[in-house]
T-cell receptor
Framework: DAMVIQNPRYQVTQFGKPVTLSCSQT?????MYWYQQKSSQAPKLLFH???????NEADTPDNFQSRRPNTSFCFLDIRSPGLGDAAMYLC????????????FGPGTRLTVL | AQSVTQLGSHVSVSEGALVLLRCNYS??????LFWYVQYPNQGLQLLLK??????LVKGINGFEAEFKKSETSFHLTKPSAHMSDAAEYFC??????????????FGSGTQLTVLP
């Protein structure tokens, strides 16, 4: 089945130690999103790629970076995680002209010690 | 600008009872509207969406929602709750076919508890 895959599902890192989260998709969608979701809150958009064009939300901290080497893969890099960065990170995809529906992966739960 | 308000951060119903989760939106252009469900430690799963066709939208798991333009509402209902419906539900809006941003704006979510 076509889907959005996130690895790992659970990631533990230490304060200040860089971490990379991965997202891949078999849907061949041209738009990919990264969201941060803290407990009992709605997802918060960090950035998105429209094909190779990167779009950063104005309030996304510089500590968060992203790479999209090809259509299928997208990475979220947290350069120096702080305790406040502990959250669920969600990847989503959308097909241009597909009615704005976003398809979400299962998420990566990040713990910062 | 667009926004979504979900009334009631927590809703409890008995198994077999009607489920009603409320969502009101604001949008400067005709909107697309979505309901997503999130189970613990999972991503968001699309329940249903409204994209300017029929105002009564049927989704998965027996859920449906009705778009009411005059009330700017898109409430989610299910006639008979099941224990497996316990989850967090998010309403979301996008600018639809006449908008350029194409981003989803989410409500703050409603946690549904189903009592035995």
């Amino acid at each position: 089945d076509a889907m959005v895959i996130q690895n790992p599902r659970y990631q533990v890192t230490q304060f200040g130690k860089p971490v990379t989260l991965s997202c891949s998709q078999t849907l061949n969608h041209n738009v990919m999103y990264w969201y941060q979701q803290k407990s009992s809150q709605a997802p918060k958009l960090l950035f998105h790629y429209y094909d190779k064009d990167f779009n950063n939300e104005a309030d996304t901290p510089d500590n968060f970076q992203s790479r999209r080497p090809n259509t299928s893969f997208c990475f979220l890099d947290i350069r120096s995680p702080g305790l406040g960065d502990a959250a669920m990170y969600l990847c989503a995809t959308r097909l241009r002209g597909g009615g704005d529906t976003q398809y979400f992966g299962p998420g990566t739960r990040l713990t910062v010690l | 600008a667009q926004s979504v308000t979900q009334l009631g951060s927590h809703v409890s119903v008995s198994e077999g009872a009607l489920v009603l989760l409320r969502c009101n939106y604001s949008s400067s252009v005709p909107p697309y509207l979505f309901w997503y469900v999130q189970y613990p430690n999972q991503g968001l799963q699309l329940l249903l969406k409204y994209t300017s066709a029929a105002t009564l939208v049927k989704g998965i798991n027996g859920f449906e929602a009705e778009f009411k333009k005059s009330e700017t509402s898109f409430h989610l209902t299910k006639p008979s709750a099941h224990m497996s419906d316990a989850a967090e539900y998010f309403c979301a809006v996008s600018e639809g076919s006449s908008g350029s941003a194409r981003q989803l704006t989410f409500g703050s979510g409603t946690q549904l508890t189903v009592l035995p």
